[in-house]
C-alpha cells in the first residue's frame, strides 16, 4: 500500500478562499449574461436585426458584448425590469379584484350585511337601507359601475 493520503491541511485556507471566489464571480458571470440576453428579447423599442446583432455580439465575444452592452443600453435594462414589474403588478391586482367581485352574489351581502347587524356593527335602520339598495337594480348598477371604474385603472 504505496498510496498517498491527502490530508485537509494539504489544501491552504487562501486556497479555500480564491476557489470559492472564482466560483462565486462565474456564477456572477453567468447571471449577467442571461440577465443581459433576457434584456435584449424583452426591449420592444428594438428591431429584430438589432436583438440579432446583440446576441451574436454577447455569444461570439461574451465578455466585450455585455460590457458594451451595459454601457450602452445598462439604464434601459432597469426600467424594463420595473415596467415588466408594475405590468405584472397591475395584472394581478386586476385577476384578484375580478375574482373577488365574481364571487359576491346578492345573497352574501344580505348575510354579511345580517351578521353585522346581529354584532350591532350596523343599527336596524342602516341594515333596511343597505338591504334596499342591495335588493334593488340601481344597487347592482352601482356594483358594476365601480367594478369597471376599479378594473380601468
Known amino acids: 500500500?504505496?498510496?498517498?493520503?491527502?490530508?485537509?491541511?494539504?489544501?491552504?485556507?487562501?486556497?479555500?478562499?480564491?476557489s470559492m471566489l472564482v466560483f462565486f464571480l462565474w456564477i456572477m458571470w453567468f447571471?449577467?449574461?442571461f440577465r443581459v440576453v433576457v434584456d435584449i428579447?424583452?426591449?420592444?423599442?428594438?428591431?429584430?436585426?438589432a436583438k440579432a446583432a446583440w446576441t451574436l455580439f454577447v455569444i461570439v465575444v461574451p465578455f466585450l458584448g455585455v460590457l458594451v452592452y451595459l454601457i450602452a443600453r445598462g439604464k434601459g435594462m432597469?426600467?424594463?425590469?420595473?415596467?415588466?414589474?408594475?405590468?405584472?403588478?397591475k395584472a394581478?391586482?386586476?385577476?384578484?379584484?375580478?375574482?373577488?367581485q365574481a364571487g359576491t352574489s346578492r345573497a352574501d351581502e344580505l348575510a354579511k350585511l345580517s351578521e353585522m347587524r346581529s354584532r350591532g356593527d350596523i343599527s336596524e335602520d342602516?341594515?333596511?337601507?343597505?338591504?334596499?339598495?342591495v335588493?334593488?337594480?340601481?344597487?347592482q348598477a352601482r356594483r358594476s359601475e365601480n367594478a369597471h371604474a376599479s378594473s380601468g385603472r
Open 1 to 18: 500500500m504505496s498510496a498517498q493520503t491527502y490530508l485537509a491541511y494539504d489544501y491552504p485556507v487562501l486556497g479555500v478562499f480564491w
Open 31 to 33: 447571471v449577467l449574461l
Open 41 to 49: 428579447f424583452r426591449d420592444d423599442g428594438m428591431g429584430g436585426w
Open 78 to 89: 432597469g426600467e424594463r425590469e420595473v415596467a415588466q414589474a408594475r405590468a405584472q403588478q
Open 92 to 100: 394581478f391586482d386586476s385577476y384578484v379584484r375580478q375574482t373577488a
Open 126 to 133: 342602516e341594515f333596511r337601507r343597505a338591504k334596499e339598495l
Open 135 to 139: 335588493l334593488s337594480d340601481a344597487g
